[in-house]
Nanobody, 120 residues
Framework: QVQLVESGGGLVQSGGSLRLSCAAS????????MGWYRQAPGKQRELVAT???????DYADSVKGRFTISRDNAKNTVYLQMNSLKPEDTSVYYC??????????????WGQGTLVTVSS
């Protein structure tokens, strides 16, 4: 069982920055992928960025060059540094992970979400 707890959301002006954090806790063997998705009102949830335990990253085209994902494997924590924020980045941001239990079973898990609001 894995629990993900996000922090760092809030209100920021256009052009500003925020840093999201997500800490995983519980019992697991490994967390292969950690990442962030977002969902704006009336829209589908979409990928923002992911990072593997080896450091390989993937970004949505809309955030490339503005957002940076990183992780601390020792702390089971993933971060999302968001710069040059735009009003269209306003969403609930969800932390996500894929991993393996000690029994060898694959699992995925979602955080509860943190709201990011960018004012124009």
């Amino acid at each position: 069982q894995v629990q993900l707890v996000e922090s760092g959301g809030g209100l920021v002006q256009s052009g500003g920055s925020l840093r999201l954090s997500c800490a995983a806790s519980g019992t697991f063997f490994s967390l292969y992928v950690m990442g962030w998705y977002r969902q704006a009102p009336g829209k589908q949830r979409e990928l923002v960025a992911t990072i593997t335990s080896g450091g390989s990253t993937d970004y949505a085209d809309s955030v490339k060059g503005r957002f940076t994902i990183s992780r601390d494997n020792a702390k089971n924590t993933v971060y999302l540094q968001m710069n040059s924020l735009k009003p269209e980045d306003t969403s609930v941001y969800y932390c996500y992970t894929e991993g393996t239990s000690w029994m060898g079973n694959a699992f995925d898990a979602w955080g509860q979400g943190t709201l990011v609001t960018v004012s124009s």
